[in-house]
Nanobody, 122 residues
Framework: VQLVESGGGLVQAGGSLRLSCAAS????????MNWYRQAPGKERNLVAS???????NYPDSVKGRFTISRDNAKNTLYLQMNSLQPEDTAVYYC?????????????????WGKGTLVTVSP
């Protein structure tokens, strides 16, 4: 599975951005898709998660401001980010959890995009 993010950029506080993540390869095996972010000098943290059935999950820091969605027909993941604040500045990464099931059992694989930079100015 290959993941390519786009949509990052510079925005003023209070503004909005929409990130996209195009998936290719064995997309039929993708289970959960996530957006993570990593600010300079900090750990990479989950900001949104969506299952194949459309169930979503967000940490409190972005709940109500960020919305994750996926278009399975286009193999594309989205992150709509509203009311952006300087503390949202980070590199945003697309992540896919792939589950491969064989007669011997199931195995999980993690795939990452290269990231897209989001900078929010005061």
């Amino acid at each position: 599975v290959q993941l390519v993010e786009s949509g990052g950029g510079l925005v003023q506080a209070g503004g909005s951005l929409r990130l996209s993540c195009a998936a290719s390869g064995r997309t039929m095996d993708i289970n959960v898709m996530n957006w993570y972010r990593q600010a300079p000098g900090k750990e990479r943290n989950l900001v949104a998660s969506i299952t194949t059935s459309g169930s979503t999950n967000y940490p409190d820091s972005v709940k109500g401001r960020f919305t994750i969605s996926r278009d399975n027909a286009k193999n594309t993941l989205y992150l709509q980010m509203n009311s952006l604040q300087p503390e949202d500045t980070a590199v945003y990464y697309c992540h896919a959890l792939v589950t491969v099931t064989t007669i011997e059992g199931s195995s999980d694989f993690n795939y990452w995009g290269k990231g897209t930079l989001v900078t929010v100015s005061p």
